[in-house]
């Protein structure tokens, strides 16, 4: 089977189900073990996802919101949170000397992962064990939370200065991943769901900001410190947004990659041959979600996947979605990858000819639970 995961925005969670993301939804537990389980019973309701009768669970973090603020938090940047949005780490702007002394916390007595290793021992207590993780982000993406868009320009001219950055956010991530792995095995299912259908153990780091720099300025100032990274938290995946995951092949492929999201718009025929071993998690557009027509995001999915020439080791995911997005055309995303699946086993029993007369039927039938 070809996993599919969806996750929906906080503003799609606040106008269905009434739900807040002030701080109490983070950092509150019986808040957060409330929502889980809500979120859980709509998402079976609307979509068949999951169980009937979900009960509650010892969660740390939740699985159903992307986005992440514990790295910047610990790091002394200003958390944002408001009703209807994800928790929006204030960019510091740090100039550069305070920038230079900055050191990595001492990660289980600062804020907000004192409060989270607490709550962890009282699930523990409470259930047997405790399940979840926290989004730990990427070294490029925390860091610019740190120095704001100074940093672009500090990738070019002050080696220095990045070269301490990347240091102290890479030491966080591993402190605060190896704290959580201790806990829960996993690190990354906040960053992904999709992960649960490779390998739950794997570490996901995050990528967005990636691409909007050239290849080779990864390779020189990044790269060393993602693979400090990949080596301490292994196994090793990358959560890559852009639309251009194919320019950063020969880097990612340094790597020993057991997962990729590929961001929609990257070329998915030049990633499925560019990265044969890597899991390849196909991301579709929640703006495309939100304003095309089902057949359309019917089609869309299709294409994706037999552009991409795999029925293995490979994944459908849509994230963020806006909160005014038809239910019939998430359905419609499940309801494609269900029927390719079924036409690329039917092609195997044609000999030279192919079972695709038309790609995809015009218009999708109901959702797959």
Same mark, same amino acid.
């Given at each position: 089977?070809?996993? =599919?995961?969806?996750?929906?925005?906080?503003?799609?969670?606040?106008?269905?189900?009434?739900?807040?993301?002030?701080?109490?939804?983070?950092?509150?537990?019986?808040?957060?073990?409330?929502?889980?389980?809500?979120?859980?019973?709509?998402?079976?309701?609307?979509?068949?996802?999951?169980?009937?009768?979900?009960?509650?669970?010892?969660?740390?973090?939740?699985?159903?919101?992307?986005?992440?603020? /514990?790295?910047?938090?610990?790091?002394?940047?200003?958390?944002?949170?408001?009703?209807? #949005?994800?928790?929006?780490?204030?960019?510091?702007?740090?100039?550069?000397?305070?920038?230079?002394?900055?050191?990595?916390?001492?990660?289980?007595?600062?804020?907000?992962?004192?409060?989270?290793?607490?709550?962890?021992?009282?699930?523990?207590?409470?259930?047997?064990?405790?399940?979840?993780?926290?989004?730990?982000?990427?070294?490029?993406?925390?860091?610019?939370?740190?120095?704001?868009?100074?940093?672009?320009?500090?990738?070019?001219?002050?080696?220095?200065?990045?070269?301490?950055?990347?240091?102290?956010?890479?030491?966080?991530?591993?402190?605060?991943?190896?704290?959580?792995?201790?806990?829960?095995?996993?690190?990354?299912?906040?960053? %992904?769901?999709?992960?649960?259908?490779?390998?739950?153990?794997?570490?996901?780091?995050?990528?967005?900001? /990636?691409?909007?720099?050239?290849?080779?300025?990864?390779?020189?100032?990044?790269?060393?410190?993602?693979?400090?990274?990949?080596?301490?938290?292994?196994?090793?995946?990358?959560?890559?947004?852009?639309?251009?995951?194919?320019?950063?092949?020969?880097?990612? %492929?340094?790597?020993?990659?057991?997962?990729?999201?590929?961001?929609?718009?990257?070329?998915?025929?030049?990633?499925?041959?560019?990265?044969?071993?890597?899991?390849?998690?196909?991301?579709?557009?929640? =703006?495309?979600?939100?304003?095309?027509?089902?057949? #359309? /995001?019917?089609?869309?999915?299709?294409?994706?996947?037999?552009?991409?020439?795999?029925?293995?080791? /490979?994944?459908?995911?849509?994230?963020?979605?806006?909160?005014?997005?038809?239910?019939?055309? =998430?359905?419609?995303?499940? #309801?494609?990858?269900?029927?390719?699946?079924?036409?690329?086993?039917?092609?195997?029993?044609?000999?030279?000819?192919?079972?695709?007369?038309?790609?995809?039927?015009?218009?999708?039938?109901?959702?797959?639970?």
């Amino acid at each position: 089977m070809i996993p =599919v995961n969806v996750v929906f925005s906080p503003d799609w969670w606040n106008r269905r189900f009434g739900i807040s993301f002030e701080e109490p939804f983070y950092l509150d537990l019986e808040t957060r073990i409330a929502d889980d389980l809500l979120m859980r019973r709509a998402l079976f309701e609307l979509f068949g996802i999951g169980t009937p009768d979900p009960k509650p669970r010892p969660a740390i973090g939740s699985r159903h919101i992307a986005g992440g603020f /514990v790295l910047p938090a610990l790091l002394g940047v200003h958390i944002r949170f408001k009703e209807g #949005q994800a928790a929006w780490p204030v960019p510091g702007n740090l100039d550069r000397d305070s920038a230079m002394k900055l050191r990595a916390p001492d990660v289980a007595n600062t804020w907000p992962m004192n409060a989270l290793m607490a709550q962890a021992e009282m699930l523990a207590l409470r259930f047997g064990h405790v399940t979840g993780d926290l989004n730990t982000g990427g070294l490029l993406n925390n860091a610019m939370e740190l120095r704001g868009n100074d940093f672009f320009c500090d990738l070019m001219e002050d080696p220095e200065l990045t070269d301490h950055l990347f240091a102290v956010v890479a030491e966080t991530i591993v402190a605060v991943s190896r704290c959580i792995r201790r806990r829960t095995g996993t690190t990354s299912i906040a960053v %992904n769901r999709s992960i649960l259908s490779v390998d739950s153990s794997i570490h996901l780091t995050s990528n967005c900001s /990636v691409s909007m720099i050239a290849p080779a300025l990864y390779e020189s100032r990044i790269l060393p410190y993602e693979m400090r990274v990949a080596k301490e938290l292994a196994p090793f995946g990358i959560h890559h947004c852009g639309r251009n995951l194919q320019k950063y092949a020969d880097q990612y %492929n340094q790597l020993d990659l057991k997962f990729l999201d590929v961001g929609f718009g990257s070329d998915f025929e030049k990633c499925g041959r560019l990265f044969p071993s890597a899991f390849l998690n196909l991301r579709m557009s929640p =703006v495309h979600l939100l304003e095309l027509s089902e057949s #359309q /995001v019917y089609g869309e999915v299709g294409d994706a996947l037999k552009s991409c020439g795999r029925t293995a080791n /490979v994944g459908v995911c849509c994230i963020n979605m806006d909160g005014m997005t038809p239910d019939r055309n =998430v359905r419609a995303m499940f #309801q494609s990858v269900s029927d390719f699946e079924a036409a690329w086993s039917l092609q195997r029993s044609f000999a030279g000819r192919s079972p695709f007369p038309r790609p995809y039927p015009s218009r999708a039938g109901s959702g797959r639970s």
